[in-house]
């Protein structure tokens, strides 16, 4: 039998048709031909002469099920792949042609490799498609690639040969049907020299001696699956557990570093085995493991039966990576990707339009699941400052995009890696906590059974679950259009604002909605309305415990009245921030927020309502709704509030306001950042306590760095006391050593790290020294000389002045004056532009702009085509100069007319007029 080897690249007489690039162009695949079953084998070092290339042989059952068309053409995926040989069988194995060189047809824009056969294919027939191919083993982190680390003790460097086929990356290993809803069996089979070890997605069944020391291991069937999810891991790696039931599996030198990961994995298992009521074998496969890698495109990956994670995900070492946060680290990942295994796995999308139905729930399992386990984190809290305040900004803005697009959008890789950015996460994951707060978590629980056991195996849209959550929704159809509410959060952008306002003596609350826009003038669509849930508590009865929605408001009424039989005190809306939306009170409603807040125990205020209240009043003040002045006088509350929480939204909303003010501006600013934290810290200090929980260990981080990042002596001197005498510990060492940088402590930092030899360690101290107020001379020379990666240099560089505001100019003149070494450090004028250009996004005065202007005119030239990016660079400092001037002018004078004594602490709110008119513009607008 002839056959013929076919070089998609180099071979000359193979028929390559190129599309070009164009609008029209679909990268999708019909549904005439389905794939059932790979039978794929892959041969790795096999040529010594040719170390980074792979052999591969995969025969793939297939059918042809449209009946509206003759089917005369088999298409599926390849890239980067040099076919040699492709046969095609029919159902009985008889070889029924060797497919020509003309008869293959690769489109290398949308990567289709179109197969034309010489008969048409009959209906629910079995047919066999064989394809012996070789391809890159690649030195990035897509499809199969190599990565190494330096083993502890001999110094001697190992190679670990892996996969990560998400999303479209399976084409770059084997020819295959490579989109999500072509699911089929897989049997894998790994050739590998002696020494290796190799494991896969299932249990390995047998391996056998080939020949010249090199071992065949063969793996069983998986479940149906995607392509995306298969992987594999060849290595020197050994397992702690059993490598046919459960193991987490990494370099031998980790093994005693990994008994905490092993745990975790342990105690999920049984949490979503009860919660989905379906054990994990009863979806198919018998073995789970959690594998380490050195490098990886994201921190995990979740591949059925074998979840890779980077390093530090799973390993903890004692004294270095084992404080609080890195086993939080540890937990919250360990938990998000074992509920893939249900979420995305077993049920899977049917396209990368709607990402969230895998990460959005997994994204709500990882804080609320990893809660049930571990109580003392209180990621149920944590959850509301972590990831539904740090959505909202990315949302609020032009450049967001929806939960659910559609479908013809999401054609490129650039389509689909757009769908994976932190909206399908942060926002799926708390629109899924709104539904299961208002479902109650029981009609949720069981809603969310069903749609797991109904669609097992199979593919899956956004409609398939709504079907299931109408099923058990609690409330009546005719007080909520569920469809509506359903889809107002998923196919449409954004979110909105409620203003709330009192009359009649605070007996009647009046409801209106507006969407929140950072940028009202960026393009937006400002008109967009959702069907809103409400919920509330007053002073009358305080409830912050039921978050079952009192009712909706609809997108299609104006307003939402509610009537009180007595006049009220206080209200505050949307219970621990349970839904997806601000709120705007009216100035008597937010004086009397701000008077409950200031009583004994905050008057019984949530901590997560806390929270919201700081972070949606901030917002409102960046957008011109309020004035700043009006936002720090109302959280002058704060220095009576010691919970983490509440703090954390504070903190996180500060950040933009304090990169604004000047350096003269800013002695006022740590003044009153002194004042307000004057309880808790005074509680807390910078010492650990035996009594500290989780949260107070947070807590303290975060104060001292801030605290000592203002210059505050209190902080800095307790830190120092407490750096002269010990070791910090992990949670707090970064932060302990960076303030001690700031001072002469930064010889002894810079000693440490030429003493270390644990990598993480080395990182930590490495940033550490950058916090140096003293000797930025000296360390701009370690940057400049110190053999570091480019990503280290230009951190380094941007906590210089991160880490000491008032700092930002004489570090600019300082690299201005060295830029042609800084250029040959960093590698290039363009990554020397971008470092400028994000430190130029700290000036805030007209003097800096001026600085910057005239570096431009000296140094251009030198930039090329990167000159632009300084461009770029000016003009923002002028927007920057300019939103400065409208949003905190009233700020800075009661800031120092506060540190004179010139302004009362907590009088009232004096924004009525103000805060009416701007609610009027909201509406009318």
Aim: proline share 4%.
């Amino acid at each position: 039998m002839k056959r013929f080897r076919f070089h998609f690249w180099f071979n000359a007489s193979f028929i390559l048709l190129c599309v070009s690039v164009s609008s029209s162009l679909d990268y999708r695949l019909e549904r005439d031909v389905v794939p059932l079953f790979y039978n794929l084998t892959i041969r790795l070092l096999a040529d010594e002469a040719k170390p980074n290339t792979f052999n591969g042989d995969v025969s793939i059952t297939l059918q042809a099920v449209k009946t509206d068309k003759e089917i005369k053409e088999i298409t599926l995926h390849s890239d980067g792949l040099e076919i040699e040989e492709c046969l095609f069988y029919n159902e009985s194995g008889v070889l029924i042609s060797t497919i020509d060189a003309n008869q293959l047809t690769l489109d290398r824009t949308t990567q289709k490799l179109s197969v034309l056969l010489e008969e048409p294919l009959s209906l629910n027939e079995n047919y066999t498609i064989r394809f012996k191919y070789s391809g890159e083993i690649g030195s990035g982190v897509e499809g199969l690639f190599a990565t190494t680390y330096i083993e502890e003790g001999s110094g001697i460097t190992k190679s670990v040969y892996l996969t990560h086929m998400q999303a479209i990356n399976a084409r770059l290993v084997f020819p295959c049907f490579d989109e999500p809803a072509f699911k089929a069996k897989f049997q894998l089979h790994i050739e590998r020299p002696s020494g290796y070890n190799a494991i896969s997605n299932t249990k390995q069944i047998s391996s056998s001696l080939e020949s010249n020391k090199r071992y065949l291991d063969h793996f069983e069937v998986t479940p149906v699956m995607s392509t995306y999810l298969l992987t594999f891991i060849v290595s020197e790696y050994t397992a702690r557990g059993n490598e046919s039931d459960y193991a987490v599996v990494s370099r031998p030198e980790f093994y005693d570093n990994t008994e905490f990961s092993y745990n975790v994995g342990e105690r999920v298992l049984p949490v979503y085995e009860g919660l989905f009521q379906q054990t994990y074998k009863e979806l198919g496969n018998e073995l789970l493991q959690h594998a380490t890698t050195p490098s990886f495109r994201h921190n995990t990956m979740e591949n059925w039966g074998l979840i890779i994670y980077k390093d530090a995900v799973l390993v903890q070492k004692p004294g270095y990576t084992d404080g609080w946060s890195d086993k939080e680290f540890t937990i919250r990942n360990i938990v998000h990707e074992t509920s893939h295994m249900w979420f995305g796995d077993s049920v899977t999308l049917s396209w990368w339009s709607h990402v969230w139905l895998n990460e959005g729930f997994a994204r709500y399992y990882e804080f609320f699941v990893a809660h049930e386990l571990y109580p003392e984190y209180q990621l149920d809290q944590q959850f509301v400052v972590r990831k539904l305040q740090h959505i909202f900004p990315s949302d609020a803005v032009n450049s967001t995009q929806p939960l659910t697009s559609p479908e013809e959008s999401i054609q490129t890789s650039s389509d689909i890696y757009f769908k994976f950015a932190n909206i399908p996460f942060a926002k799926g994951g708390s629109i899924v906590r709104m539904w299961r707060n208002a479902m109650g978590h029981d009609n949720f629980d069981a809603a969310i059974r069903d749609y797991l056991k109904q669609h097992h195996l199979g593919n899956t849209e956004p409609q398939d679950l709504f079907y299931h959550l109408k099923q058990y929704w609690p409330v009546k159809s005719e007080l909520v259009n569920l469809d509506q509410f359903l889809y107002d959060f998923t196919e449409q952008v954004g979110f909105p604002m409620i203003v709330v306002n009192a009359s009649f003596e605070n007996k009647q609350i009046r409801v209106e909605q507006n969407r929140f826009l950072l940028s009202p003038g960026d393009g937006s669509d400002p008109n967009i309305r959702y069907t809103i849930p409400i919920t509330y508590t007053t002073n009358l009865a305080p409830d912050f415990q039921n978050l079952t929605p009192i009712g909706y408001f609809s997108k299609v009424v104006d307003v939402y009245d509610i009537w009180f039989d007595e006049a009220i005190d206080w209200i505050v809306f949307n219970l621990k921030q349970s839904n997806y939306y601000r709120v705007f009170y009216d100035a008597p409603l937010l004086n009397s927020l701000q008077l409950a807040l200031h009583k004994s125990d905050h008057s019984g205020i949530a901590v997560e309502n806390r929270a919201q209240i700081v972070d949606d009043l901030f917002s409102f003040a960046r957008v011109g709704y309020v004035d700043y002045e009006e936002v720090f006088q109302f959280i002058e509350y704060l220095s009576q509030e010691v919970e983490f929480i509440p703090w954390y939204s504070t903190y996180q909303s500060l950040q933009l306001v304090a990169n604004r003010l000047t350096p003269d501006q800013l002695p006022n600013f740590a003044k009153y950042l002194s004042d307000i934290t004057s309880a808790v810290f005074t509680k807390l200090g910078a010492s650990g306590k035996n009594s500290d929980s989780v949260l107070d260990v947070y807590n303290r981080n975060q104060q001292v760095a801030w605290l000592c990042k203002y210059q505050i002596k209190s902080c800095q001197e307790q830190v120092q006391v407490l750096y002269d005498v010990q070791k910090p510990i992990p949670d707090y060492r970064e932060t302990f050593y960076c303030a001690a940088a700031r001072t002469e402590g930064y010889i002894k930092i810079l000693e440490l790290y030429r003493e270390e030899t644990y990598p993480t360690e080395q990182d930590l101290l490495w940033r550490a020294a950058s916090c140096t107020r003293n000797y930025t001379g000296h360390y701009q020379n370690e940057i400049l000389s110190y053999s570091r990666t480019l990503a280290e240099k230009k951190t380094a560089i941007s906590q210089m002045y991160q880490q000491n505001p008032d700092l930002v100019t004489p570090i600019f003149i300082m690299l201005s004056e060295n830029i042609t070494q800084l250029s040959e450090a960093l590698g290039s004028w363009a990554e020397t532009a971008q470092v400028i250009s994000d430190l130029a996004d700290y000036f805030t005065t007209r003097e800096q702009h001026q600085l910057l202007s005239d570096f431009y005119d000296e140094n251009h030239l030198l930039f090329g085509t990167s000159a632009e990016t300084l461009i770029t660079a000016l003009n923002s400092v002028e927007s920057n100069l300019q939103w400065a001037q409208q949003r905190l002018g009233r700020l800075v004078n009661f800031l120092s007319l506060r540190n004179i004594g010139g302004a009362t602490q907590t009088k009232a709110l004096p924004m009525v007029a103000l805060l009416l008119g701007l609610i009027l513009i909201c509406i009318w607008s």
